[in-house]
């Protein structure tokens, strides 16, 4: 079965302009998590989907960022008037459990990242 | 809130050193914890995990025992090779959701 897969690999644009990142989670995967990782850093959360829902958006750092999953499976990250603040590899993973109190998530599976440079 | 403390890198070792990369946590309960790790130039890849108290999650050489008396859930391999430098994140979950990933501890392996 193939893994959690995002695209584009690389994505290059300049400053104040809008862009998409895709992904496409394990396939029956019901949650979905959004990071980003800046050289050097671990990931940070951004957002969190449970099916359609987002459960958890307390890490989207602003009102420029949002992000989608209509139909509970494929995700789109949306960054409006892109900033050089945003440059940074965009990870998304999949698990397959819903996460309960007390319990943390089931293994979390991650794609390779989108690498976002804003010129 | 849940939380994990990782031991600072970067540690650097030669061939067929014994490494620990330490990792404490303090969590709700008795949540699953994982590490992880990130090859150069790769993704983030589950490593191992331990799912309660006293398990010990193995792959690859590596170990690491889930001690709730101790809050610890250190990472160990007996004898490292080159092929296993990358840098390794110890990811105890925070309340029931995300993960919550420090800096990571960059190893470097020497031949």
């Known amino acids: 079965g193939a893994g959690v897969s995002q695209t584009p690999s690389n994505k290059v644009t300049e400053k104040g302009k809008y862009v998409e990142l895709r992904c496409d989670p394990i396939s029956g995967h019901t949650a979905l998590y959004w990071y980003r990782q800046s050289l050097g850093q671990g990931p940070e959360f951004l957002i969190y989907?449970?099916?359609?829902?987002?459960?958890?958006d307390s890490g989207l750092p602003n009102d420029r960022f949002f992000a989608v999953r209509p139909e509970g499976s494929v995700s789109t990250l949306k960054i409006q008037r892109t900033e050089r603040g945003d440059s940074a590899v965009y990870l998304c993973?999949?698990?397959?459990?819903?996460?309960?109190?007390?319990?943390?998530?089931?293994?979390?599976?991650f794609g390779p990242g989108t690498r976002l440079t804003v010129l | 809130g849940d939380s994990v403390t990782q031991m600072e890198g970067p540690v650097t070792l030669s061939e067929e050193a014994f490494l620990t990369i330490n990792c404490t946590y303090t969590?709700?309960?008795?949540?699953?914890l994982f590490w992880y790790v990130q090859y150069p130039g790769e993704g983030l890849q589950l490593l191992l995990k331990?799912?309660?108290?006293?398990d010990k999650g193995s792959n690859k050489g590596f170990e690491a025992t889930y001690r709730k008396e101790t809050t610890s859930f250190h990472l160990e391999k007996g004898s490292v090779q080159v092929s296993d430098s990358a840098v390794y994140f110890c990811?105890?979950?925070?309340?029931?959701?995300?993960?919550?990933f420090g800096q990571g501890t960059r190893l470097t392996i020497n031949p």
């Open positions: 989907f449970q099916g359609t829902g987002a459960a958890d």
């Open positions: 990811a105890p979950p925070p309340g029931a959701q995300k993960l919550v």
């Open positions: 331990a799912t309660k108290a006293d």
């Open positions: 993973a999949s698990s397959s459990k819903k996460p309960t109190m007390g319990q943390g998530p089931d293994t979390q599976y």
């Open positions: 969590a709700t309960g008795y949540p699953s």
